[in-house]
């Protein structure tokens, strides 16, 4: 189904009258895909999708309400150069292409282009080799889970996106992410991995947690399809106290009232489950830290003992 609402809303004021870039997007996993339709629906044009293979790059196009031309990496060079390419692929494979763009010979029409890749682990000193063939270089990465390119696209708009690189490329990146209603900060490049590791920690982590609690759960009797059902209002509930407090105030349960008996229960249920344990005892121990000024210190203490 085509999503045709958020292209009858008028364009943000501070775009209004500047014209937006034509922007070419390698790669068309759902990133790259969900992109593309974020971006045609703001009235960007698509001037061409690149995927490794053409079969995807031709269903990332699919997902468009507009024409645009599927490309092979290589064909890149009989084109124009693009006012702006996203490199959009895994993050191991973003040297690659960069070496790849850096050896062909574009024709520039006397324009300096910008180019973007979305990794959020990597800097944009990833891309230097372009940087040297004249391009402006930096990095756009959203802070959002995309498992799907339709649903990704909504969830682009009014997230947060770390924006970083040189002046010009910064520039064009904070102006995507104003035209998706969005909001971009910028760290140091050199913080990226720390950066991009935090996400994983509250994105990735979270979800392999969940996974952990449905197989706990599942080893209660339950389906897995019934603990999902049973443990999703409960992640809710902590994601909704985590929007109006900060964490240690949020925190509750076991830790929370250092219930020293409850704790040794659990530890005894976990016996045989030594993945699951480990992970117990030092969750338990993060989540002790942020409770332990409001327990009595004795409390504390002996309930660290029996975690380790």
Aim: hydrophobic letters at 45%; charged letters at 25%.
């Amino acid at each position: 189904m085509k999503t045709r609402a958020a292209r009858r809303r008028p364009p943000p004021l501070q775009t209004m009258n500047k014209p937006k870039p034509e922007v070419s997007i390698i790669g068309t996993g759902r990133l790259g895909s969900a992109l593309a339709i974020a971006l045609a629906e703001e009235g960007y044009t698509i001037g061409a999708l690149i995927g490794r293979r053409r079969e995807s790059a031709r269903r990332a196009a699919g997902f468009l309400d507009v024409p645009t031309r599927v490309l092979a990496l290589k064909q890149l060079a009989e084109q124009p150069r693009p006012d702006l390419l996203l490199i959009a692929t895994p993050d191991d494979q973003i040297p690659e292409v960069a070496a790849a763009l850096a050896k062909l010979d574009w024709e520039t029409n006397g324009h300096k282009s910008a180019v973007l890749h979305t990794s959020g682990a990597l800097s944009s000193s990833v891309l230097s080799a372009l940087g040297k063939k004249d391009w402006n270089v930096g990095s756009l990465h959203p802070l959002v889970s995309v498992s799907e390119p339709r649903t990704g696209a909504r969830l682009l708009r009014g997230a947060f996106w770390c924006v970083e690189g040189d002046k010009r490329a910064v520039s064009l990146g904070r102006a995507i992410v104003r035209d998706l209603e969005g909001k971009s900060f910028s760290i140091d490049s050199s913080k990226k991995p720390l950066y991009h590791a935090a996400a994983v920690m509250v994105s990735g982590n979270v979800t392999a947690l969940f996974d952990v609690a449905l197989e706990m759960l599942r080893q209660c009797g339950l389906t897995r399809a019934e603990a999902r059902r049973a443990l999703l209002p409960l992640l809710g509930s902590a994601v909704d106290n985590l929007g109006k407090l900060d964490p240690a105030q949020a925190l509750t349960g076991t830790f929370a009232r250092g219930d020293v008996e409850t704790v040794k229960r659990h530890l005894a249920s976990l016996k045989g489950n030594e993945a699951i344990l480990q992970l117990y005892r030092l969750l338990g121990l993060w989540s002790l830290n942020l409770a332990a000024p409001k327990l009595d210190a004795k409390l504390v203490k002996q309930i660290k003992r029996l975690i380790g």
